[in-house]
């Protein structure tokens, strides 16, 4: 049983940072596809970053250079560091697995329904 817990969100002023982090048990996070998504207000799920089993990593365009995922794969914890926050990233930030393959051959590792394990998200709240 894939069993996913979010921390680290909170509010922050525009321009700051969060660390945000996953921790995951009943797998091993070297097999599995983990990746960052979000629900922004009034809008479906998003991806916002995945990283794969060999390391690949994919990125929406709206957090490329502000944001950056890692996994520790002796913790089985996932992070994404956000820099540079905006009021548009207010969201409900969520973490996913997956051991579907290959994803990101098929740009696919962002793809929602390639993710059926689901945390169950932690707030994210950017002032301005």
């Known amino acids: 049983q894939v069993h996913l817990v979010e921390s680290g969100g909170g509010s922050v002023q525009a321009g700051g940072s969060l660390r945000l982090s996953c921790a995951g048990s009943?797998?091993?996070?070297?097999?599995?596809?983990i990746g960052w998504f979000r629900r922004l207000p009034g809008k479906e799920r998003e991806g916002v970053a995945a990283i794969d089993s060999d390391g690949t990593t994919a990125y929406a365009d709206s957090v490329k250079g502000r944001f950056s995922i890692s996994k520790d794969n002796a913790k089985d914890t996932l992070y994404l560091q956000m820099n540079s926050l905006k009021p548009e990233d207010t969201a409900m930030y969520y973490c996913?697995?997956?051991?579907?393959?290959?994803?990101?051959?098929?740009?696919?590792?962002?793809?929602?329904?390639?993710?059926?394990?689901w945390g169950q998200g932690t707030q994210v709240t950017v002032s301005s």
């Open positions: 009943g797998y091993t996070y070297m097999a599995y596809t």
């Open positions: 996913a697995a997956t051991y579907a393959r290959p994803l990101a051959a098929y740009g696919l590792l962002l793809a929602i329904p390639q993710y059926p394990y």
